[in-house]
Nanobody
Framework: QLQLVESGGGLVQPGGSMRLSCAAS????????IGWFRQAPGKEREGVSC????????FNAESVEGRFTISRDNAKNTVYLQMNSLEPEDTAVYYC?????????????????????WGQGTQVTVSS
């Protein structure tokens, strides 16, 4: 059974850092493109960052460029999202998602409808 489990969320002060993890089971992330998405209350889900296992290409939303970094540990079959300089506007439920490289080989955009495996989400709250 393919499963993605996010962890690492919580409460952080503005300007702080947090690292989210997305652990995969039942399949190898080496053959997938992984994306991070988020959804704030009353807002639509938006793409944050993605990483292709084909060529290592990454793509970040403009709102997080220079602050968030996506990375992968093949040995642990886990993808990370390092978030720095967090702002209250980053408060949301964060989801990781996966799609086969056959569908998305290079990360050039973030379209949630293209991803077919999703985790349950982890809450990130940025507040003083």
């Amino acid at each position: 059974q393919l499963q993605l489990v996010e962890s690492g969320g919580g409460l952080v002060q503005p300007g702080g850092s947090m690292r989210l993890s997305c652990a995969a089971s039942g399949f190898s992330l080496k053959y997938y493109t992984i994306g991070w998405f988020r959804q704030a209350p009353g807002k639509e889900r938006e793409g944050v960052s993605c990483l292709s296992s084909h060529d290592g290409s990454t793509f970040n939303a403009e709102s997080v460029e220079g602050r968030f970094t996506i990375s992968r540990d093949n040995a642990k079959n886990t993808v990370y999202l390092q978030m720095n300089s967090l702002e209250p506007e980053d408060t949301a439920v964060y989801y990781c998602a996966a799609v086969q490289l056959l569908v998305i080989r290079h990360c050039v955009s973030l379209v949630s409808a293209e991803y077919d495996h999703w985790g349950q989400g982890t809450q990130v709250t940025v507040s003083s």
